[in-house]
């Protein structure tokens, strides 16, 4: 096992690691920029050091520095998080150069998911469900446009090929239009991107976002964990994440359950890792791509599971057999995740940064908050807005709700906006009640004019 392990991350991922850490007997390192210096991450670890500016480019992506930062600490392995390095596979390749453990999987399983494209076509290759599609990129000046969105079948969906997050996405529903959808998204593509190609998808209508949870040890073994539904989300950010999804069954579960681990069985995966589907109405799922990094939303797993997934992620990084078997695990409870973010609901969720006064955070049976903020705690503008995770757990979905809604309205945070009355109209929404929550719910039941 790892003796200390330096944490190249800041905010509630950062402290999460830290005390997975500590129970494991585990000596910690905080890096941290020059605004972050009363940080909690820096007050729970044993040994700090700053290693940059305030900006991240200088301080979180700061490869050198956080490497120096290793080695004069005497760490043998870093945790990256989410977020800044944790997908950056030269960045896991350095350390690895440098004989430090990268808490992850390896580079080239990093690199295989990297590209969402060639992901996705080494899926399908492989036998994994994936959207029907052009395989390929489109132009607007090819004539053959027509026949491929035929052959696809209307309703379809443009993306950007160096895209992401859903931007310069556009559907098109009928042949008329198809070409001038095509020139519109070639040229926000090569806006946002520096890159025109486009690709061609079926558009999957109301899908929802449901993704499995998967460990991995050296030894090739690899289990699947019930699944989260995200599939609440505003701008392609999720909001609230829950487990296990309240449109899911027993059978569907296992045969989405089983595709995850093939994924992850193609890539030769270790640690853990998220395995990210589209599923429609009909239950007809799709591959969609392969998060290889801890995620903000493993604390719902975690109470499902009753599995500290930060710690299995430590102990398999450093070659430790993996006990848990698929079939064996339980679901313990229905759980709920809600984000909270210093944000205004009220100005089109601007930003927003400044000093906390007073503080309160709910408690009691059944939530677990995971946060790293404090009473005089200055949120700085430079990164994510992320301030606390509120998780509700309960025996059904219902009384999971109720104990959201009441730790809701325990939530106190002075001196900034923050996003807790969004969630708390979301509790209390009649078709979210109902379990009806597809990617569209927040512009269709939340945010309608
Ligand atoms: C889709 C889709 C429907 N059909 N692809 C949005 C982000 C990007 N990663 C994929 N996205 C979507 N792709 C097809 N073929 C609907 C979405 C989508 C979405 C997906 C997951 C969660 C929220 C979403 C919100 C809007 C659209």
Redesign the pocket.
């Known amino acids: 096992m790892f003796k200390k392990i330096l944490i190249a991350n800041r905010g509630e991922i950062a402290c999460r690691i830290i005390r997975a850490c500590r129970e494991l007997g585990i000596q910690t390192v905080a890096i941290h920029s020059e605004v972050d210096r009363e940080s909690m991450h820096v007050k729970l670890a044993d040994q700090t050091i700053c290693v940059g500016h305030s900006s991240a480019s200088d301080s979180y992506l700061n490869i050198p520095s956080i490497i120096a930062a290793a080695e004069i600490s005497g760490a043998d392995a870093i945790h990256p998080g989410y977020g800044f390095l944790a997908e950056n596979t030269y960045f896991a390749e350095v350390c690895e150069a440098c004989g430090i453990k990268f808490i992850g999987p390896s580079k080239e399983s990093i690199e295989q998911m990297g590209d969402k494209i060639s992901a996705i076509e080494l899926m399908k290759k492989s036998g994994i469900p994936t959207?029907p599609g052009s395989d390929g990129p489109v132009r607007d000046d090819d004539p053959r446009i027509f026949a491929i969105a035929k052959k696809i079948g209307y309703p379809v969906?443009i993306?950007a090929t160096a895209g992401?997050?859903?931007k310069g996405?556009r559907v098109v529903v009928s042949s008329e239009t198809l070409q001038n959808a095509i020139i519109m998204a070639q040229i926000e593509a090569k806006a946002a991107f520096g890159n025109s190609d486009v690709y061609m998808?079926?558009?999957?209508e109301e899908?929802r976002?449901i993704e499995f949870q998967i460990l991995g040890d050296k030894y090739g073994k690899i289990v699947y964990l019930p699944e989260r539904d995200?599939?609440i989300?505003r701008r392609?950010q999720k909001l609230i994440e829950e487990s296990p999804s309240p449109l899911i069954n027993e059978a569907l579960r296992k045969k989405i359950g089983k595709a995850a681990k093939n994924v992850a069985s193609i890539i030769n995966y270790v640690t853990v890792g998220t395995v990210e589907f589209?599923v429609d109405k009909k239950g007809h799922f799709y591959f969609?791509?392969m998060n290889t990094r801890i995620q903000v939303e493993h604390p719902v797993t975690e109470m499902v599971t009753g599995i500290d997934l930060v710690k299995e992620q430590i102990k398999l990084a450093a070659g430790e057999r993996l006990y848990v078997a698929s079939e064996k695990v339980k679901i313990l409870c229905h759980a709920i995740e809600c984000r909270v973010n210093a944000e205004d609901p009220d100005k089109d969720f601007i930003p927003s940064p400044g000093k906390i006064g007073r503080l309160y955070l709910p408690g009691g049976l059944g939530i677990r908050v995971d946060t790293h903020v404090y009473s005089g705690y200055v949120i700085p503008p430079y990164y994510d807005s992320l301030i606390a995770k509120i998780i509700a757990f309960a025996p059904s979905r219902g009384e999971a709700i109720m104990k959201m809604q009441r730790a809701l309205r325990e939530v106190e945070i002075e001196g900034i906006k923050n996003t807790s009355s969004l969630h708390s109209k979301i509790m209390s929404n009649e078709v979210f009640r109902k379990g009806y929550v597809t990617?569209?719910f927040l512009s269709k039941h939340i945010f309608e004019r």
């Open positions: 959207v969906i993306k992401g997050g859903g996405m998808e079926k558009y999957i899908p976002h995200c599939s989300q392609h589209l969609m791509e990617t569209d």
